[in-house]
């Protein structure tokens, strides 16, 4: 069966407890496979997926979310973030949360993981599918449009294996290397939790029903 948009009316109280349970699973497992542990965390959890799309300035109804989406034949994302209004999307690839996810450390100068590259070329490859089937039929039964506003995120490793150079080394990465002239956010699994419970704080309280004013 295709894999497509499931449209969601978005529930900030749900999301942040599926958050909460993303804290849970990073603190009792240092190491997680994309496989075994990530995917299906994150397709059990449809709100915490749709807020994925928090990197996405224009993304702000959180209402729209695909897991394992395919792109024109060719390619499958892992999860796809996006707000209906605004055809506004972020593209998110999974890797593995291991201590040489993002750098191997076998000299001075740590080398770019294989891991980090081939989620990093993953998303060069679906950006170049998006461009080369941009204004086509089938590009707008897909995404409503035929042109989308789109930013890339890549999830991979974790914080606590990153020295200070290393880390600004992927800050720097994230700020200044562009697809196509698109963004990559380049995260651990820490950051992307820490990021998502710092945001979902700005939103306002939820009033309960029974504390409306009556009349």
């Known amino acids: 069966m295709t894999k497509e948009f499931e449209k969601i009316s978005f529930d900030a109280a749900q999301c942040r407890a599926e958050a909460q349970e993303l804290r849970v699973l990073l603190a009792g497992n240092p190491v997680l496979e994309e496989r075994k542990d990530i995917l299906p965390f994150f397709k059990q959890r449809k709100h915490l997926s749709a807020f994925l799309g928090l990197y996405h300035p224009e993304i702000v109804r959180y209402d729209l979310v695909a897991h394992e989406l395919p792109l024109f034949g060719d390619f499958v994302c892992d999860l796809v973030a996006g707000d209906s209004k605004n055809k506004a999307y972020t593209f998110i690839e999974f890797e593995d949360a291991t201590i040489d996810s993002i750098f ?13 590259e081939r989620g990093f070329s993953q998303l060069v490859d679906w950006f170049f599918k998006l461009h080369d089937q941009s204004n086509t039929v089938e590009f707008e039964e897909k995404f409503g449009s035929r042109t989308i506003r789109h930013i890339g995120l890549l999830v991979v490793g974790r914080t606590e294996t990153l020295s200070k150079r290393e880390y600004e080394r992927l800050r720097w990465r994230q700020e200044h290397v562009l697809i196509n002239s698109k963004q990559i956010h380049c995260k651990t699994f820490d950051q992307l939790c820490d990021d998502i419970l710092d945001r979902l704080d700005k939103f306002p309280p939820m009033t309960k029903a029974e504390d409306k004013p009556r009349g």
């Open 104 to 116: 191997i450390k076998k000299k001075a100068t740590p080398d770019w993981s294989p891991r980090f």
